[in-house]
């Protein structure tokens, strides 16, 4: 049975019980009294609180306590007891038993639903390939399903379509659409023996390819495989309630086994006055608010970063936190806003640029777009070109109000006149890694255009504040060294690592991870292997369902910056988590020898009902600890000396 069905069924049975508690004082009883206690606490037990029971045999029989152990002593004692004092006419405390399987169900169940969230990246991975494929068959292009594409087949693609399998351009050009594996920003030229990827998207022309990889060989596939791996790497991390229950149970069974044998034998105590100092003990001890601990800080935590536009998955995303060394960063649409843009008009930027607006407009460039959204946000107005034409290898021209005009790369200087100085410029311009354009008028060169996947104007302050912390801060990407480094340098990136394949990337991560944790920020499918493989994930909100699935933390406002305060906020919740596992042990540590009885010639004793009341002070502080996690100062940048 499920972990959800088994809260349910505990939390339905266990309200009457706890309507009997409240309503008790106002004279009010439930029907049945004891009896009908002990069935719904019979039904808790067997159905819900069993698997703790079977966990608790599992590990005794291997010398070993955990999480499951207190819970199964506590409720066992809890019912067993109850039923004993029932016969003889004493007090009950049913509820306790039940309470405490309800409170701790309900922290797998959080647990649980955050786990399943992020398990359908491969699924989404899967889902972006083509369904089909135009084949040539028998001398005709047909449309077949994707598995029936085999090695070697010629496939059509048309514009807008989706590359089916990898292969090899025969025939035709086109620009391709390759972000979503490569995560480069820019669509690429391709032409006859140029390869193609799987999944990626046509642009403008259509082409003819051989298929060289399908099925599980496509880039595509072994990106899905490694992130399946990457998640079945992961080594679960013990939980700190296992490792203090691992000490905390054997000492608790002991004390009360001196605790019965002390009054029973040597203060010559009845044999029930005995049991109830020794149950006390155990009850006392009971794990409800460990139970409360962790997802109930993790709730408050997560609550508070989602008001701050950070989402935070899971604990174990807490505990990595806190060790993190390295922060690796994709390049494209993570430190670079993703799409291209026009830096640099060199000339008369309204000429310029109205001139180089009315060609880009009829044509199909993936660089026209970066040029007219230029000139729209400006506000530039531009003519309509006529006898449009494509100049191979140089650009393109067409005739505006009678003038012959042209837009295209440095082999036009050939046919044209042109400032000397200008050449310079182009040089400086390609050193800050930026593609350059020239723009003529008649036979005059009259300036040029320099576009660029520019930085996001958070990111220096971003990379800044990371490296305060005492963070080294890499950069991991597709990209040419050239482009690479001139961004690093502009945000001051420590490291750059570039001519990354998809595929290489979680190993780079895996490389930098013999070093200390490492956190990964990306957004692209491309990153999906490299956010899975790193301690933490963590990925850009305006990214891919891919990548926001494989990170374990989401910057759901794409602001770079949030890196620094989604591993503030999550040092400080799981701080949080540390301070609920004291509070949960304090009260009862410091009840047991009340409990015990240590104190019973000063009066002061504590029944097991009383041990109920102190346990449940111990639920309360927890919860209380979690909600004060509200008004906690998250510090968003540390500075080291």
Known sequence: MSITKRFWIALVFSLPMLANMILMPFGWMMPGGNWTQLVLTTVVMVVSAGPFVQSAWASFTKHHSNMDTLVAIGTATAYFYSIYAMIVGQAVFFESAAFVTTFVLLGQVFEERMRNNASSAVEKLVNLQAKDAEVLRDGEYVRIPLEQVVLGDVIRVKPGQKIPVDGVVIKGSSNVDESMVTGESMPVQKNVDDAVIGATINSNGTFLFKANKVGDQTMLSQIVELVKKAQNSHAPIQKLTDKV?????????????????????????????????????????????????????????????????????????????????????????????GKPQVTDVIGDQNQVLAIAASLEEASEHPLGAAILNRAKALAIQHQPAEAFQAVEGKGVQAQIDGHTAVVGNHKLLAN???????????????????????????????????????????????????????????????????????VAKQVGIDQVIADVLPGDKADHVQALQKTGKVAF???????????????????????????????GIVLVKNDLRDVDKALALSKKTFSRIKLNLFWAFIYNVLGIPVAAGVFFALGVSLSPELAGLAMAFSSLSVVTSSVMLNKAKITTRARVA
């Open 521 to 551: 920020v990306g957004d692209g499918i491309n990153d999906a292997p490299a956010l899975t493989a790193a301690d933490v994930g963590i990925a850009m909100g305006s990214g891919t369902d891919v990548a926001i699935d494989a990170g």
């Open 245 to 337: 229950s691992d000490i905390f149970v054997p000492i608790v069974l002991i004390l009360a086994i001196a605790t019965f044998l002390t009054w029973y034998v040597f203060l010559g105590a009845s044999v029930t006055s005995a049991l109830i100092f020794a149950v006390s003990v155990v009850v006392i001890a009971c794990p409800c608010a460990l139970g409360l601990a962790t997802p109930t800080a993790l709730m408050v935590g997560t609550g508070r970063g989602a008001k701050m536009g950070i989402l935070i998955k899971n604990g174990e995303v807490l505990e990595a936190v806190n060790d993190v060394k390295t922060v690796v960063f994709d390049k494209t649409g993570t430190i670079t806003v």
């Open 416 to 486: 044209f006149k042109f400032d000397p100085a200008m050449e310079q410029q182009e040089a400086a311009l390609q050193d800050a890694a930026k593609t350059v354009v020239y723009v003529g008028l008649d036979d005059q060169i009259i300036g040029m255009i320099a576009i660029q996947d520019v930085a996001k104007a958070t990111s220096k302050t971003a990379i800044a504040d990371l490296k305060a912390r005492g963070l080294k801060t890499v950069m991991l990407t597709g990209d040419n060294q050239r482009v690479a480094d001139a």
